[in-house]
Structure formats: structure tokens, C-alpha cells
């Protein structure tokens, strides 16, 4: 059963930072290929790929996030966790940031949601609010 769960979000000021997790159950160093990602979903904005990971250790950012954002992972024997470091925050930042993972798409299409599909699992994302 894969599960993702997102936590870290909350109420920030502009240069402040957070740093959001994204626990993937079913999802392990041994259980095959994956790309993982985090999106941002803004007021009135659609879905963007914040930054992506795959299981090869290949990670993308977003132009907008360069220099002030990191991906990483842990892997456990039943998890992965993958961290997303959000450094000098800006009210631009703010918006609900969902987890996403697909066994097939390579970070650059997962991260772009050029996918012929909708990427196989979705979380159910945290609040980052950036506002002084």
C-alpha cells in the first residue's frame, strides 16, 4: 500500500525558512525505480514542480527556487522520506505543496507534468503561508 504524507508547512516570514517532509510509504532503496516530487499549488495558480527526485539520485529544481530550495532523501527499509529545505522564503512561495510519486516518469517529465497520465500517487499537502 503506498501512502504519502506531507508535514512541515505553516506560517512564515519573507527570508524565514521551513523545511517540509514527504514520507513515502511502499516506496525503498529495493522496491524498483521511482521519481518523487514536490508541487506547489499557489491562490488561483495551478500545480508546479517545485523540485524532483528519482531512486538514481537525479534531482531538478524549479528556475524560480535555484540557490534557495534542496531535495533529499532518506531511504529506510520500509520508507523514503524526501526533504524539501525551503531557505529564504518568499510571499511568492506561499501555497498548498503536495508530494507526488510515479514508478515510470523521470524527474524531468514528473516535474513538468508532461505525463500522458497523472502521476501515479498524490499526497495531501501542507500549508506554507509566507507573509510577514
Known amino acids: 500500500q503506498v501512502q504519502l504524507v506531507e508535514s512541515g508547512g505553516g506560517l512564515v516570514q519573507p527570508g524565514g525558512s521551513l523545511r517540509l517532509s514527504c514520507v513515502a510509504s511502499g516506496f525503498t532503496s529495493t522496491s524498483g525505480y521511482y521519481a518523487i516530487g514536490w508541487f506547489r499549488h499557489g491562490p488561483g495558480t495551478e500545480r508546479k514542480g517545485v523540485a524532483c527526485l528519482n531512486s538514481d539520485g537525479n534531482t531538478i529544481l524549479a528556475d524560480s527556487v535555484q540557490g534557495r530550495f534542496t531535495i533529499s532523501r532518506d531511504n529506510t527499509n520500509h520508507t523514503v522520506t524526501v526533504w524539501l529545505q525551503m531557505n529564504n522564503l518568499e510571499p511568492e512561495d506561499t501555497g498548498v505543496y503536495l508530494c507526488?510519486?510515479?514508478?515510470?516518469?523521470?524527474?524531468?517529465?514528473?516535474?513538468?507534468?508532461?505525463?500522458?497520465?497523472?502521476?501515479?500517487?498524490w499526497g495531501q499537502g501542507t500549508q506554507v503561508t509566507v507573509s510577514s
Open positions: 507526488a510519486a510515479d514508478r515510470d516518469y523521470t524527474v524531468a517529465t514528473l516535474c513538468a507534468l508532461r505525463g500522458t497520465q497523472p502521476p501515479d500517487y
